[in-house]
């Protein structure tokens, strides 16, 4: 929503502004689309230059992260905690046998089955279920460090590949005041092949090259920019929920107590996100998890 009201506030403050001050916006809005053209096309052409195109696809859905927000709220990082809590519980009191067909087969467990949206995000199921499987093959002597390492070079691998688009859109906003140069400077090409007409329609074609310039600064500044910031903001957050995974596998592997282990999961949530202790000692308490 607030991308949403931003955009607005930008579109109808800049021109409105520039109206208000005594501008005529007819000329600008006449030479826009003829400036996009230029700028909208060097732009996408340079994406398509930099960017495979899993990463271009990548990059079109973290457009739909900016306006939607992180997808993860309270209620799934409660969910994460009792997924993971059950299975560690699992393999503590009943052994490792008995946790490996939940790791085996995630889609056909019934554990996993009770967080469908959890189960959507394979990365996330992909690293509950790697982590335990060091253990069960290890027979649960593996050095929780060690699995705390592993765990570690996955969420950074992860992260890594999770933040390209942020950083494209990145790339894109630095370019785009260049890339509204050119337009302008075409523009001025333009105007000075018809430097035998009167001042008046000059002064039209000079001030419709400008606007590219105009463009290129708005759209760099105003909203590809912070579409960027928005999509690392909201990717980062994300990436919390793989963070309480880890503490609680590896705070487990160190045998500590389940309060230490609670603690040690909710303290990398961001407050907004972040359940109270007896949200999850007494859902686990009440669920016999």
Do not use: C, W
Not at 75 to 98: C, H, N, Q, W
Not at 106 to 127: C, N, R, V
Not at 149 to 163: L, P, R, S
Not at 169 to 192: N, Y
């Amino acid at each position: 929503m607030f991308p949403a009201i931003g955009l607005v506030v930008l579109i109808a403050l800049v021109f409105g502004g520039f109206a208000f001050t005594g501008g005529n916006l007819a000329p600008v809005l006449e030479a826009m689309p003829h400036e996009m053209l230029i700028i909208g096309g060097a732009a996408l052409g340079a994406l398509i230059i930099g960017n495979s195109g899993s990463e271009l696809k990548a990059l079109a859905g973290s457009l739909g992260t900016v306006f939607k927000g992180p997808k993860y709220k309270k209620k799934d990082y409660l969910d994460a905690i009792f997924l993971t809590s059950r299975l560690m519980k699992m393999m503590r009191t009943e052994g490792p046998v008995a946790v490996e067909p939940h790791i085996e087969d995630p889609k056909g467990s019934a554990i996993f089955g009770e967080y469908p949206k959890l189960m959507k995000d394979s990365t996330l199921i992909h690293l509950i279920t790697d982590s335990l499987r060091l253990v069960v093959v290890s027979s649960g002597t593996l050095d929780p460090h060690a699995v705390e390492d592993v765990i570690d070079n996955a969420v950074k691998t992860h992260h890594h590949h999770a933040i390209r688009p942020a950083e494209a859109l990145q790339g894109l906003s630095d370019a785009l005041p260049a890339l509204g140069i050119v337009a302008a400077v075409l523009g001025v090409v333009k105007t000075m092949g018809s430097i035998d007409q009167p001042p008046s329609v000059l002064g039209g074609m000079i001030g419709s090259a400008l606007v590219g310039t105009f463009l290129g600064v708005l759209l760099a500044y105003g909203i590809v920019g912070p579409f960027s910031a928005r999509a690392k903001s909201a990717i980062e957050e994300d990436g919390a929920i793989y963070h309480v995974v880890k503490q609680i596998i590896i705070a487990s592997l160190h045998g500590h107590p389940q309060p230490l282990v609670i603690e040690a999961a909710r303290s990398g949530i961001a407050h907004h996100n972040q359940p109270s202790f007896s949200d999850v000692f007494d859902g686990l308490r009440a669920a016999g998890k």
